[in-house]
């Protein structure tokens, strides 16, 4: 079983919709939950950090359920330049280890 | 100010051929990372690194060897290049948080592709 999970999509939606990603990941030790973004033949770049109680960044609000191992990205009045590939990262201390999704793609439409 | 680059940007070599691939950060971070991104868009841990402890992803071939002169920089030496090889190479890096608390988030470099013919 893969350590993280995400519907690689595509979402294609308009401009100004609202659109959620879902991510599950496989290990109830995981400690440190993330959302990146990756633009077409870039880096990944941090989005924001998810915490237990979730949280909210403008436009973007995240949620975690560690009872259900399951985090979400949820973006409002969606902008052209939302397009991008969303990357849900999972985090666990032992050896500083990282997980990444494979990532779900959206692209916003005018 | 740059705060983890990557040299070269782009790197085109034969099979057979052996290669570096250069990473530094400004940002006093304790852990650096190599990542491999496929052809597929995964991305992949190859090797968690910091003064401390090495941590090698165990699906990696021992042609790829991280090299760590000091604390900023974190090199990718690359042993007779294969055609699976391509692909783009992340450099990362992070506090250290290992034993003491939850793992910070990364920061990356632009990235490395690599193309071996």
């Known amino acids: 079983r893969k350590e993280v999970e995400q519907d690689p999509g595509p979402f294609n939606v308009p401009e100004g919709a609202t659109v959620a990603f879902n991510c599950t990941y496989s290990n109830s030790a995981s400690q440190s939950f993330f ?8 880096e990944p770049k941090l989005l924001m950090s998810v915490y237990s109680s979730g949280n909210e960044d403008g436009r973007f609000t995240a949620q975690l359920n560690r009872a259900s191992q399951y985090i979400s990205l949820l973006i409002r009045d969606s902008k052209l330049s939302d397009s991008a590939t969303y990357l849900c990262v999972v985090g666990r201390n032992t050896g500083n280890q990282f997980y990444f999704g494979t990532g779900t793609s959206l692209t916003v439409i005018p | 100010d740059t705060a983890v680059s990557q040299t070269p940007k782009y790197l085109v070599t034969q099979m057979g051929n052996d290669k570096s691939i250069k990473c530094e950060q400004n940002l006093g971070h304790d852990t650096m990372y190599w990542y491999k991104q496929d052809s597929k868009k995964f ?27 000091d604390k900023a920089h974190l090199n990718l030496h690359i042993n007779s290049l294969e055609l699976g090889d391509s692909a783009v190479y992340f450099c990362a890096s992070s506090q250290d948080r290992m034993g003491t608390g939850r793992p910070y988030e990364q920061y990356f470099g632009p990235g490395t592709r690599l193309t071996v013919t």
């Open chain 1, 35 to 42: 959302w990146y973004r990756q633009d077409c033949r870039k």
């Open chain 2, 43 to 69: 991305l992949k841990i190859m090797f968690s690194y910091n003064n401390k402890e090495l941590i090698i992803n165990e699906t990696v071939p021992n042609r790829f060897s991280p090299k760590s002169p």
